[in-house]
């Protein structure tokens, strides 16, 4: 296996590299945002790079969801804006299992405008008192007078209030299902959601005796956690690439400061420990670079099969993301903690990948049981 490039994924990274370019400017408002930046969803849509998270079969770039290209424009997205990154990212997280089990309906009605962004999209999983235990929710979806109604509480939902659609898991009989919904469809009510480090579209998403059509049932009743683990599967490593792009910025950072400052007759940068901190910080983001590249190319060719190493670039390019940062405010002095810095966004925004899509916590312990498998009496 190569872990450079092809020329194919380095022209989708040079495009969303311009992409990023084009709206720097706009970062920091866009990264404190509520609600969908204007500037940054016009500068998406005009890239077309959305199309990458749609099979070609329904508008989108190419046949199945190609994880390396998902990740390499998150790469250039994670370093500018976190706004911009979510919101790119979301576009397939919440839409995969429509694409994969969805009606021709729902197929044609929605899934080309997830691709122009006329639609933003969301994923429903977790409620206030469930997390990683998905098995343990208590929304619920039942089949009455010829149509599906579901009830429940989700929690922690990114694009809530800005997304156009929810796929939503809820428990159906035995099983567990997901429905598509439609925002606008009575009885969904959305409520804002808590402030957080590094903000964010976040919201509760509460869905009070919803009705939709029978066809809005995505896959087969019961089947829901397959199309899950197959998003999951798709998307978790393009987080790592996400990271990665944000530990890049942050050492650009720490290394025009510490070059371009002066001290007892030298710059920073020649130091006490200041080379060494630069080393390590570029000797991990790189370890970390081929790591996600080796993972989303396994992840595009089988993504299930790859899963697991999904999950480790996901966790090692999150846990250098956190260290990088750190260490890049720290040679950074006073100016690395004053609210507003680029530097400071940055220290900020890493924090979560920590957590979302997959607390790092549960997916080595998830790596530990994979690794020790075969190893059973």
């Not at 099969?305 to 750190?326: I, Q």
């Not at 609210?339 to 979560?352: D, F, M, Q, V």
């Not at 607390?359 to 190893?375: F, I, S, Y």
Request: charged content about 20%.
């Amino acid at each position: 296996m190569t872990f450079e490039l092809s020329a194919h994924h380095r022209e989708i990274l040079g495009r969303a590299r311009e992409v990023g370019e084009k709206v720097r400017w706009r970062a920091t408002e866009a990264d404190a945002a509520a609600a969908v930046d204007p500037v940054m969803r016009e500068a998406l849509q005009e890239s077309g790079l959305a199309a990458l998270t749609v099979p070609a079969a329904h508008g989108g770039a190419s046949e199945q969801v190609d994880s390396l290209a998902v990740t390499v424009v998150r790469e250039a997205f994670g370093g500018v804006s976190a706004h911009l990154d979510s919101l790119f990212a979301m576009q397939g997280i919440g839409s995969y299992a429509l694409a994969v089990g969805a009606s021709e309906r729902i197929h044609q009605e929605w899934l080309p405008r997830v691709v122009t962004l006329d639609a933003i999209a969301a994923l429903c999983l977790t409620e206030p008192e469930v997390g990683s235990d998905l098995k343990a929710i208590s929304t619920t979806l039942v089949e009455h007078d010829g149509e599906l109604v579901l009830n429940g509480h989700k929690s922690f939902i990114t694009n809530a209030g800005a997304a156009h659609f929810y796929t939503v898991l809820a428990k159906e009989d035995d099983g567990y299902s997901l429905v598509f919904v439609p925002a606008d469809t009575p009885g969904v009510q959305v409520e804002s959601g808590p402030d957080l480090i590094a903000p964010h579209i976040i919201g509760e998403v509460v869905f009070t005796d919803v009705r939709v059509p029978l066809d809005s049932r995505v896959g087969q009743p019961g089947q829901a956690f397959p199309m899950v683990l197959q998003t999951l599967a798709t998307f978790r490593v393009s987080v790592a690439g996400s990271a990665v792009g944000l530990a890049q910025a942050a050492l650009d950072e720490a290394v025009a400061h510490t070059t371009s400052r002066e001290q007892f007759g030298s710059t920073l940068a020649r130091l006490g420990p200041m080379p060494q901190m630069l080393g390590t910080c570029w000797m991990e983001i790189e370890q970390a670079r081929l790591l996600t590249y080796a993972a989303a190319t396994r992840a595009a060719a089988d993504p299930l099969g790859a899963l697991h190493w999904s999950s480790m670039a996901k966790v090692a390019a999150t846990e250098t993301a956190g260290r990088v940062a750190d260490r890049c405010v720290q040679m950074m002095g006073r100016f690395g903690v004053v609210t507003g810095s680029t530097i400071e966004r940055l220290y900020r925004n890493a924090r979560p990948m920590r957590i979302y899509e997959g607390g790092n916590e549960v997916l080595l312990g998830q790596l530990a049981k994979t690794l020790t498998r075969p190893a059973r009496g």
